[in-house]
């Protein structure tokens, strides 16, 4: 009995360890090849960046010679902005929405989910149209604002369902405490909605970090570009400066790296708190 | 110190009437109870109480001062919840000095109020800890510190002790009935527990369906339940109630006259308290055994009568029962609750 | 907006109007009104008009006319379609049973290292599509990817082939990857509804003496049905959505070869933008988008109406 449940343990881990490999693979090769110069990397592409192969080179020429830093300030102050947004406002809904009857209150609930079916992408025609018009073409504002649009509905979802599992009285204890319905937001519900903003803002930065669609249609000005548009159109740009291409995406992997790494273990707990039940 | 008046109280959300018309004076230093089953309305008429529920209709005051367009707050009133409500990112100290230090009170005096507070509860030692950091009767006495701290008028706790096991209830039960004498507020409980409202109350109201059921001192409630609802829900193990027959002002069971009623007349039901049951050798109430529970000190005898009404009664400790032994079973006629077809109690 | 914010003095009597309410609810609402609802309704109205002076004429269905009777559109919306239900049937076969398999073997209790496999796990789905695409295409490529080296080092290097480039296996290899990276997001889904079904339920069945395998598939997998259509469902939108990015960064905006790759997503990027000798045509991209509205309209309408209704009333 003992044994054979060895021999199953063992199993288990090898499934998952081989999966861990294919997983990660990939992601080393990059790192590795980062770090080597160019003759490095095609002589040897396993090969690992010690004694003469190792070249800091090409993160050199990414943060120097281009634009980089520009795109990096870019993506993250859309990213950052856009994700503030996400969690305040969307917080602020859900808030209201969990909170208070009021007439039509499901109906408000089910339009702003809607969103989570329909992909607001469908509307890029009209949405481009817009911008123009309203003279933001080309702008960060305009990224953060479809942005916000964008990942709302999901966040006001995950939001309600957890506020819902919440015991009103301590919202009504906080009101015997003379709280205003503002404070009792700021002061008690978003200490409250803590375990669950890790899920959110996992959730809403991954897609707006990595989105491609968006700055290519909005903003694809040299001022404005992201760096996933950047990295895209450095691709294309310096097909022989490996060391570069490879640097500048390693430099595009590494903020979701850590933002992820930080908040992986809220991230399983908020799921798990019945935020996504299906 | 303060009285607390209801006048004409109502409440419906949309068609459906929570609250029919509600009517009560809770004197000065009064503890009252009010009880009932699930959603029956006794936690609606504490949130409308507190502030936390509009009234659709009727008065609230408190100290003889109108309150009920009032904002919480300003009503003089604290509140314990079942689930604590504490604060989770405040330790206990800012947990009991936030109502305080919210109103803009001095700091001197928060930090005396809380200290105070903490030293009635035995809280000293748990100041700086979280309400995670805390057992359920810890929390639930941070939750009872919170309301002191505050010096209302008027305390409400809304099934406080629920989420207590068992033992722990017991305690702080008594805890609660402590406090009250020392500090002899005027309070209002809410509980679905009968034997809370009994320890507790000095009055308790009974509800049902959004209407008063009883008003009364405990005793009076269990010696004079006003209908089958009350004399049901007060007491336990639960009054059994035995079809019966009045005829020219005698209530006859099995055609024993077993207690006499000028104004019954025909079909009655006859309310028997199980403690009231005595062992007998020949009726009026006589069937088998179908369960017999020994509790150690005293043992309940579930009877089945002929007709297959069933009958508990309490019975002492010595006596041992096994399931299909005849048995024989009367009462005395002072212990004979009398309820019209309506269920309403009918006067001796 | 209006009837709302009156709404307090219905209910209640004498109470103020509850503005808060309004407070809360606006700003969120405005944005994604404006940013979100607005232009998907205005570009299922463009979709009605055609190019004019200045303004766009009304023509009706004349743009859905032209793109399901004109070959020229017919043919690449067919084709484009048909690549999506691929992708899509492909993702349910793969990337869904991979992910259920992987996330029922870490909710094992006390599975020494989850935290670390979970970690690992979702990596991929944290990249951008633009690194995917390159990681993989320095793996693939048969001029200076690293996969024929390595073949050739197993032994195995006459059976290399450019993957990416050939007809017949471009978007198998798309497929492919996309589940490598994408396999993160089901995996957390199950993972999590696995680990909410509640550990008595369990043991009963363990009483019942049923094995860890039977467990899985007869008390695990029912309990966690709704997940399995609210995967469904997610995996059907992105896959005629979300899949543009990786294959437009791969395969570019033509989807070679030969289309062969070419998506909803790409279709509606050409139409929209123009490619080569074609000109971009709003109309038409309004109309290309709102061709993709209705597709995803019946995919979630048969979900909720459907999967989701059904899956509920057997979770009760």
Known sequence: MLIKERLSNAGIHTVLIAYSLLALFPLALILINSFKSRKAIFREPMGLPIGDSFSGKGYASVLSNSDFPLYFSNSLTVTCVSLVLILLLGAMAAHALSEYRFPGDTFIGIYLVLGIMVPIRLGTVALLELIVNLGLANTLTALILVYTAQGLPIAIFIFTEFLRSVSREIKDSARIDGLSEYRIFFEVVIPLVRPVIATVAVFSMIPIWNDLWFPLILSPGEETRTVTLGVQQFIGQYTVNWGAVLASLSVAIVPVLVMYIIFSKQLIRGITAGAVKG | MATLELKGVKKSFGAVNVIHDMTLEVRDGELIVFVGPSGCGKSTMLRMIAGLETLTQGQISIGGKRVDHLPPTDRGIAMVFQSYALYPHKDVRGNLGFALKHAGVDKKEIEERVNNASEILGLSDLMTRKPRELSGGQRQRVAIGRAIVREPDVFLFDEPLSNLDAALRVHMRVEILKLHQRLGNTMVYVTHDQVEAMTLADRIVVFKDGQVEQVGTPLELYRKPANKFVAGFIGSPAMNFVNANAVDSAVMVAGTKLCSSKSAAGEVTLGVRPEHLILTEDGPFSGVVSVFEHLGGEAFLHMTLPDGQLLVAKLDGENSFSTGQPCSLGIRPEHCHVFNKEGYRIAE | ?316
Not at chain 3, 132 to 139: A, C, D, K, P, R
Not at chain 3, 144 to 173: C, D, H, Q, R, Y
Not at chain 3, 281 to 303: C, E, H, K, W
Request: net charge neutral.
């Open chain 3, 1 to 316: 907006m209006r009837t709302l914010a009156k709404s307090g003095t219905e209910q209640t009597h004498r109470t103020p109007v509850r503005w808060y309410i309004l407070v809360f609810l606006a700003p969120a609402t405005l944005i994604y009104t404006v940013f979100a609802i607005y232009p998907i309704i205005e570009s299922l109205r463009l979709s009605l008009y055609q190019a004019g002076d200045g303004q766009g004429i009304f023509v009706g269905i004349a743009n859905y006319a032209k793109l399901f009777g004109e070959p020229l559109w017919a043919d690449q919306f067919w084709n484009a379609f048909k690549n999506n239900v691929l992708l899509f049937v492909m993702h349910m076969l793969i990337q869904n049973p991979i992910a259920l398999a992987l996330a029922a073997l870490l909710s094992i209790p006390n599975l020494k290292g989850a935290a670390a496999y979970r970690t690992i796990f979702f990596l991929p789905t944290l990249l951008s599509v633009v690194v995917v695409g390159f990681i993989w295409q320095l793996i693939l490529s048969p001029l200076w990817g690293i996969s024929p080296a390595f073949m050739n080092w197993l032994g195995v290097g006459s059976f290399f082939k450019p993957w990416l480039g050939l007809e017949s296996s471009a978007l198998i290899t798309i497929t492919l990857i996309s589940i490598w990276q994408y396999v993160g997001i089901p995996l957390m889904l199950f993972y999590a509804a696995l680990l909410n079904v509640p550990e008595e339920t369990i043991e009963a069945a363990r009483i019942d003496g049923l094995n860890g395998w039977w467990i899985f598939w007869k008390v695990k997998l029912p309990l966690i049905l709704p997940t399995l259509g609210l995967v469904g469902i997610l995996t059907y939108i992105g896959n005629f959505t979300a899949s543009f990015d990786l294959i437009y960064s791969i395969q570019g905006g033509l989807a070679g070869p030969d289309y062969s790759t070419d998506v909803m997503g790409t279709f509606l990027f050409r139409t929209f933008f123009g490619f080569q000798a074609q000109l971009g045509d709003v109309y038409m991209g309004a109309t290309v988008a709102s061709a993709l509205f209705f597709i995803i309209l019946v995919g979630v309408g048969l979900y909720l109406f459907g999967v989701q209704r059904r899956l509920q009333r057997y979770d009760s």
